[in-house]
């Protein structure tokens, strides 16, 4: 039976590193597209997703710790909780709840 692992104790996260805590990535997707920025996909969509639903999604991701790394992952957990609770600069809940952006025509018509 396949497994899912994951590994709550990072430096940082995405590919880049440019993400904190769990709660600035899932901030990150929740707001969809609108940045500036080349590297990002312009058709990532707002998820709308409320805190209790991050929270949750939080949640989930840290229970996928291996056994091995439970007690790291709950220290780690706490210390990325702590955080999220006074810094969250990926947060935009007017974005990830108002209008989704309009989406370009595509090439040629």
Known sequence: MPQANFNIDCERYLHDGSQETLWD?????????????????????????????????VAFLVSLTSAQYRELGAKELARQREIS?????????????????????????
């Open 85 to 109: 609770l006074t810094k969250r600069p990926q947060r935009d809940t007017a974005r990830a709840f108002g209008p989704k952006p309009p989406r370009p025509e595509p090439p040629g018509n």
């Open 25 to 57: 990535v899932i901030d990150h997707y929740n707001k969809g597209d609108g940045l500036r920025d080349p590297y990002l996909d312009e058709d990532i969509q707002p998820l709308g997703l409320t805190e209790r639903e991050i929270d949750d999604l």
